[in-house]
């Protein structure tokens, strides 16, 4: 098993934000690679970043422009490198909630279990 470091900690900060904030244990399918229209609407707005980009599943999408021919949602999206660091981010969970006595602890568990042992700054939003 490997080791927890401060470094580990320390790189994940805004997705263990997210995820405390939040309290969602984001897994592969809470991601989904944006639609060819999606892409396209993205690109409109500017440029966008190189490579696959995500739409958060589990945060519902907000209109943000309505037009009579038709509403623009405001997706919430991720990079390739996003979705990496909150998928880690719940590996450090599970990994730095190890020591819990709890048997077969839920996700909500595991982080009421570390809001106390983990500074503020990673527990708490940013914003």
């Known amino acids: 098993m490997k080791r927890i470091t401060m470094f580990d900690a320390f790189r994940l900060i805004p997705?263990?934000?997210?995820?405390?904030?939040?309290?969602?244990?984001?897994?592969d399918t809470s991601?989904?690679?944006l639609?060819?229209?999606?892409?396209?609407?993205?690109?409109?707005?500017g440029p966008r970043p190189p490579g696959k980009l995500?739409?958060?599943v589990p945060f519902e999408p907000e209109a943000i422009e309505r037009t009579p021919e038709k509403i623009t949602l405001e997706l919430t999206i991720a990079d390739e490198?996003?979705?990496?660091?909150?998928?880690?981010a719940v590996k450090f969970?599970?990994?730095a909630s190890e020591p819990m006595s709890k048997e077969n602890p839920t996700f909500a568990d595991r982080l009421a279990y570390l809001r106390p042992r983990l500074p503020p700054i990673v527990t708490q939003s940013s914003s």
């Open 31 to 33: 991601f989904a690679e």
């Open 54 to 56: 995500y739409r958060i």
């Open 15 to 27: 997705a263990l934000q997210i995820i405390f904030t939040n309290e969602i244990e984001f897994q």
């Open 81 to 88: 490198s996003e979705k990496q660091l909150l998928l880690d």
């Open 35 to 45: 639609t060819t229209e999606q892409y396209a609407a993205l690109e409109r707005r």
């Open 93 to 95: 969970v599970h990994r």
